[in-house]
């Protein structure tokens, strides 16, 4: 064979270059793969120690009070966000009865995206847990605090931070009895929670 001959012909391509496709689908798939451990509950927040957002709902009409920032200062408090269309907060909304009867921390609802009077008429029917409530027609508020959908709960500090963010309904036990409620006698004996 000549050098002419030599330069015709194609170049075979190096071994260890065949080997790059198989490496990055092996990279994806570990991506994948590690990303079915995770809960989807536990979305980190970028919100999680820093103040609660700026805001002054109204309250739901017939149903004082409203909800505001300065609410939320000076004693450790749960801020919950619900609709009266949320099928998740008919299943979570005894458990918040229990805990607003426990007397353990004041419970605070920011109503999410909902008309007021189907709100009203939801806390008559199945119990009103709220010492507040703010009226978040348009769901402004609960774009500050980074709401996902509903519900979602805020335990929020004395010093009106936002400690903790729990997504969807509260169980009784895993949320509530072993998170949340250790939480909250943590933040009142002054200590780090771990929620």
């Given at each position: 064979?000549?050098?002419?001959?030599?330069k015709?012909?194609?170049?075979?391509?190096?071994?260890?270059?065949l080997?790059?496709?198989?490496?990055v689908?092996?990279l994806?798939?570990?991506?994948?793969?590690?990303?079915?451990?995770?809960?989807?509950?536990?979305?980190?927040?970028?919100?999680?120690?820093?103040?609660?957002?700026?805001f002054?709902?109204?309250?739901?009409?017939?149903?004082?009070?409203?909800?505001?920032?300065?609410?939320?200062?000076?004693?450790?408090?749960?801020?919950?966000?619900?609709?009266?269309?949320?099928?998740?907060?008919?299943?979570?909304?005894?458990?918040?009865?229990?805990?607003?009867?426990?007397?353990?921390?004041?419970?605070?609802?920011?109503?999410?995206?909902?008309?007021?009077?189907?709100?009203?008429?939801?806390?008559?029917?199945?119990?009103?847990?709220?010492?507040?409530?703010?009226?978040?027609?348009?769901?402004?508020?609960g774009?500050?605090?980074?709401?996902?959908?509903?519900?979602?709960?805020?335990?929020?500090d004395?010093?009106?931070?936002?400690?903790?963010?729990?997504?969807?309904?509260?169980?009784?036990?895993?949320?509530?009895?072993e998170?949340?409620?250790?939480a909250?006698?943590?933040?009142?004996?002054?200590?780090?929670?771990?929620?």
């Amino acid at each position: 064979m000549n050098v002419e001959q030599i330069k015709d012909q194609p170049a075979k391509p190096k071994r260890w270059m065949l080997l790059v496709p198989l490496v990055v689908v092996l990279l994806i798939g570990a991506f994948l793969f590690n990303g079915l451990s995770l809960n989807p509950r536990e979305i980190p927040s970028a919100l999680i120690g820093t103040p609660a957002p700026e805001f002054d709902l109204p309250a739901i009409p017939d149903r004082p009070p409203g909800l505001k920032t300065a609410d939320l200062e000076g004693q450790v408090s749960l801020v919950n966000v619900f609709a009266s269309w949320c099928v998740a907060c008919r299943v979570e909304h005894p458990i918040l009865m229990d805990i607003q009867a426990e007397g353990d921390v004041p419970l605070h609802g920011l109503n999410y995206k909902d008309k007021p009077k189907a709100a009203l008429a939801w806390l008559t029917r199945f119990g009103d847990p709220y010492g507040r409530v703010g009226a978040d027609e348009k769901g402004r508020v609960g774009i500050d605090f980074g709401v996902y959908g509903v519900p979602e709960t805020f335990l929020i500090d004395q010093k009106g931070r936002i400690v903790c963010k729990h997504i969807g309904p509260i169980d009784r036990q895993r949320d509530w009895l072993e998170k949340l409620k250790p939480a909250v006698a943590a933040l009142r004996a002054g200590k780090a929670p771990t929620c």
